[in-house]
């Protein structure tokens, strides 16, 4: 049952991502893994994983149409209640405004939207973009401006791509972005720097990377886990269908989640 208004779970998201606890976001692609991370007592937000509804759906990464999109997560927000839900808005299509409206409209109360390394005038310009969209439409949208510094800079120094994130993110924030998304495996030394240099950041939890404890230890405003709660629930269901073909039986214990 839903009592809040899309302001209303808006306004939400923003106080989780200022809280001084870690926001964590467990990932979802559809009405099912959804539900199944709703019914957990920790959930606060319920963030999409772009890349997880894409391959639902037979598409690489990044190449979704938007209206796919939207009605995917459309469908999420309508079981999702009053808890908000963020969606990946990949790099925000062709009109980064257009794109916000129409995700106010199905009631999305925040998105990624990723810079793709465009230059730092059109990401900044997009990204005020998105803003200028959501307050028309009467939402304190929650955007998580997503840097691709450190993920699409292949062979780049290190010290570089710091500095580039570091530049970005206050550029973005600057523009009106609520957080600033830094995907990548970042050691404590690097994400301590980026907190410093940008402010309220999000991270992606990885193999390799820091746990959220640690990761809020050091500042950081919120962690979601992309592709790889996916991945997760594709590799045990690959497992289980190997030992079924090896006559194998359902595991004791699973539950009726569906």
Not at 40 to 54: K, N, Q, V
Not at 64 to 74: C, Y
Not at 247 to 257: F, H, K, M, V, Y
């Amino acid at each position: 049952m839903t009592t809040l208004s899309t302001q209303g779970r808006a306004r939400r998201l923003r106080e989780l991502h200022a809280a001084p606890e870690i926001l964590r976001v467990v990932n979802v692609w559809d009405v099912v893994s959804a539900r199944a991370v709703l019914a957990l007592p920790e959930t606060r937000a319920i963030a999409t994983a772009g890349h997880s509804i894409a391959a639902s759906f037979g598409y690489d990464d990044g190449t979704i149409p938007l209206e796919t999109t939207l009605d995917m997560v459309g469908r999420i927000v309508a079981v999702a209640g009053d808890v908000p839900v963020t969606a990946d808005l990949d790099d925000g299509y062709a009109d980064t405004g257009d794109t916000t409206r129409r995700a106010v409209g199905v009631g999305i109360v925040g998105a990624n939207i990723e810079d793709r390394l465009r230059p730092v005038d059109e990401s900044v310009s997009r990204v005020a973009a998105a803003v200028a969209a959501a307050e028309s439409e009467g939402v304190p949208f929650a955007l998580n401006a997503r840097t691709d510094a450190f993920v699409r800079a292949a062979g780049r120094p290190v010290e570089e791509s710091i500095a580039d994130a570091i530049t970005r993110g206050r550029a973005y924030l600057d523009a009106g972005a609520d957080v600033v998304f830094v995907p990548g495996v970042l050691d404590a030394e690097t994400t301590s720097r980026l907190v410093e240099g940008i402010g309220r950041i999000s991270v992606i939890g990885l193999p390799g990377a820091l746990t959220a404890a640690e990761y809020e230890k050091l500042g950081v405003a919120r962690i979601s886990y992309g592709p790889l709660t996916q991945r997760v629930a594709l590799t045990a269901f690959q497992d289980v269908a190997a030992d079924l073909y090896r006559d194998g039986a359902i595991p004791e214990g699973t539950r009726a989640l569906n």
